[in-house]
């Protein structure tokens, strides 16, 4: 995504938002910031401009509606006349932009006061964590409502899983945030090589790519970029493994995980995946993609060809790769809105998130949003279906999108202590250095989550 300016703050323990920073302003995607203990040293957006929290749920009875800097100011403009366009009877809805910066503090002390919102967005697991307090209400109505009026049909398959508990739905899903692959053409062609479909060619292409001086595998894990995190969660899920098991069980030593981490650390031996990149922020990475750079594969946010000002057809999107025993999985992350118990009505406020998923189309149709829809509908607007990325993305990428809760399938605030935190951190740099052994890095990494996870 193209981001604010960037400062570090500490964040609670526990919380999560995974975020990727860059330095145009605007936000590409959810922005989840990966936040656990030790995150002292993560970085949030900078704060530019927004209210104070007053008045709880909604001053007047209106429904109070709390948003991110999810994009260019533009952004929040158009979504603020989204929000004032909503009325169900006498009940109205105010908008106000929460900004990245301290946004954990900002709704736990206004939720704790009874002055924060009725809805909003807000960080990936926020919902979670908020629903463990007793403050989230439940979003079953609007699921039915959903079915009612044709949207439960128009969503794209599997989307809302991630949100059902045994108490009901913790929130709904409005965008989506992938991690896809993405190649160079033009160096590939001077490589001579063809853009890699599995583990052994995507190896073998890298190889050669480094002949040329070209980096075979893109990634980074330096100060504030979590793209080399969500690199080793993506190779174990390709490979058929996962962080937890089914049932939401830590499950970090299985076999396709240490296969993955062996084939990462393969990758890192023979220079396909620049031996620099432990310390590359997401400004080195950036300059690695852009036309005059060494990238020539990768996996990296959507919009790569915008962020980096290479529209030029020479950066595409690759389809996903096969792992060892034919396996296909991509990292995902969904953005969500969320209803809190503290509301002037809960009917008022189930109304109005049926409102606002209903307008999304509004905001893709103005390309103010750099992340999937979750409806099938927009996808096949001109403006969203136009881009041939896209397009591939959300047909081939989405379908067998996962979750940083695979091997299972429905988040928990305990993802809190994996997406972007320290173990995760420590781990990601182990393995890009090469000092390591398969087994060695996961233990770590295992034992790392052992003493923040409650189970």
Same mark, same amino acid.
């Given at each position: 995504? &193209?981001?604010?300016?960037?400062?570090?703050?500490?964040?609670?323990?526990?919380?999560?938002?995974?975020?990727?920073?860059?330095?145009?302003?605007?936000?590409?995607?959810?922005?989840?910031?990966?936040?656990?203990? =030790? *995150?002292?040293?993560?970085?949030?957006?900078?704060?530019?401009? @927004?209210? +104070?929290?007053?008045?709880?749920?909604?001053?007047?009875?209106?429904?109070?509606?709390?948003?991110?800097?999810?994009?260019?100011?533009?952004?929040?403009?158009?979504?603020?006349?989204?929000?004032?366009?909503?009325?169900?009877?006498?009940?109205?809805?105010?908008?106000?932009?929460?900004?990245?910066?301290?946004?954990?503090?900002?709704?736990?002390?206004?939720?704790?006061?009874?002055?924060?919102?009725?809805? +909003?967005?807000?960080?990936?697991?926020?919902?979670?964590?908020?629903?463990?307090?007793?403050?989230?209400?439940?979003?079953?109505?609007?699921?039915?409502?959903?079915?009612?009026?044709?949207?439960?049909?128009?969503?794209?398959? @599997?989307?809302?899983?991630?949100?059902?508990?045994?108490?009901?739905?913790?929130?709904?899903?409005?965008?989506? /945030?992938?991690?896809?692959?993405?190649?160079?053409?033009?160096?590939?062609?001077?490589?001579?090589?063809?853009?890699?479909?599995?583990?052994? +060619?995507?190896?073998?292409?890298?190889?050669?790519?480094?002949?040329?001086?070209?980096?075979? !595998?893109?990634?980074?894990? @330096?100060?504030?970029?979590?793209?080399?995190?969500?690199?080793?969660?993506?190779?174990?899920?390709?490979?058929?493994?996962?962080?937890?098991?089914?049932?939401?069980?830590?499950?970090?030593?299985? &076999?396709?995980?240490?296969? =993955?981490?062996?084939?990462?650390?393969?990758?890192?031996?023979?220079?396909?995946?620049?031996?620099?990149?432990? +310390?590359?922020?997401?400004?080195?990475?950036?300059?690695?993609?852009?036309?005059?750079?060494?990238?020539?594969?990768?996996?990296?946010?959507?919009?790569?060809?915008?962020?980096? @000002?290479?529209?030029?057809?020479?950066?595409?999107? =690759?389809?996903?790769?096969?792992?060892?025993?034919?396996?296909?999985?991509?990292?995902? !992350?969904?953005?969500?809105?969320?209803?809190?118990?503290?509301?002037?009505?809960? /009917?008022?406020?189930?109304?109005?998130?049926?409102?606002?998923?209903?307008?999304?189309?509004?905001?893709?149709?103005? #390309?103010?949003?750099?992340?999937?829809?979750?409806? #099938?509908?927009?996808?096949?607007?001109?403006? !969203?279906?136009? /881009?041939?990325?896209?397009?591939?993305?959300?047909?081939?990428?989405?379908?067998?999108?996962?979750?940083? *809760?695979?091997?299972?399938?429905?988040?928990?605030?305990?993802?809190?202590?994996?997406?972007?935190?320290?173990?995760?951190?420590?781990?990601?740099?182990?393995?890009?250095?090469?000092?390591? /052994?398969?087994?060695?890095?996961?233990?770590?990494?295992?034992?790392?989550?052992?003493?923040?996870? #409650? #189970?």
């Amino acid at each position: 995504m &193209d981001f604010p300016t960037r400062v570090a703050q500490a964040v609670p323990k526990g919380f999560i938002m995974n975020a990727i920073f860059e330095k145009n302003p605007a936000v590409s995607r959810r922005g989840f910031l990966g936040l656990t203990a =030790a *995150a002292a040293s993560v970085p949030l957006l900078a704060a530019c401009g @927004g209210g +104070s929290a007053s008045q709880g749920g909604g001053a007047g009875g209106a429904i109070k509606f709390w948003d991110m800097p999810w994009g260019t100011p533009a952004y929040n403009e158009a979504a603020k006349k989204v929000t004032e366009g909503f009325a169900n009877g006498s009940s109205k809805a105010n908008y106000q932009i929460i900004q990245w910066n301290n946004f954990y503090q900002t709704f736990s002390s206004a939720i704790a006061s009874k002055t924060g919102p009725a809805v +909003s967005t807000g960080g990936g697991f926020q919902a979670f964590q908020f629903e463990q307090q007793g403050q989230i209400a439940y979003a079953d109505k609007v699921v039915e409502e959903l079915k009612k009026n044709g949207q439960f049909d128009d969503l794209l398959p @599997g989307v809302l899983d991630p949100f059902k508990t045994d108490k009901g739905y913790v929130a709904l899903p409005w965008q989506l /945030d992938v991690r896809p692959l993405w190649y160079r053409k033009s160096l590939f062609e001077k490589a001579g090589v063809a853009v890699p479909t599995d583990w052994a +060619s995507l190896l073998e292409a890298g190889k050669k790519l480094k002949g040329i001086g070209a980096v075979g !595998f893109a990634t980074g894990s @330096g100060a504030g970029n979590n793209i080399g995190n969500h690199l080793m969660i993506m190779m174990m899920l390709n490979n058929g493994g996962g962080v937890f098991t089914k049932d939401g069980q830590l499950d970090v030593m299985n &076999d396709r995980n240490v296969e =993955a981490v062996e084939f990462l650390l393969e990758l890192v031996s023979n220079g396909v995946i620049d031996p620099a990149a432990v +310390s590359y922020s997401l400004e080195n990475l950036d300059s690695q993609w852009k036309k005059d750079g060494k990238a020539a594969f990768g996996m990296y946010v959507l919009g790569l060809p915008q962020r980096v @000002g290479d529209t030029s057809g020479d950066l595409v999107a =690759a389809s996903p790769l096969a792992g060892p025993h034919g396996d296909k999985a991509a990292l995902i !992350f969904p953005n969500n809105i969320m209803m809190y118990t503290n509301t002037p009505s809960q /009917d008022a406020s189930n109304a109005f998130v049926v409102y606002y998923l209903g307008k999304l189309k509004e905001l893709w149709q103005q #390309k103010l949003v750099n992340g999937l829809p979750v409806f #099938k509908s927009i996808t096949e607007i001109p403006e !969203f279906s136009s /881009d041939p990325n896209n397009m591939k993305i959300v047909n081939e990428y989405v379908p067998i999108a996962k979750t940083f *809760a695979a091997q299972g399938t429905t988040l928990t605030a305990d993802l809190a202590a994996l997406d972007g935190g320290q173990a995760l951190n420590q781990f990601t740099q182990t393995v890009l250095t090469g000092k390591t /052994d398969a087994r060695s890095a996961l233990t770590a990494f295992e034992s790392g989550l052992k003493s923040v996870l #409650k #189970k």
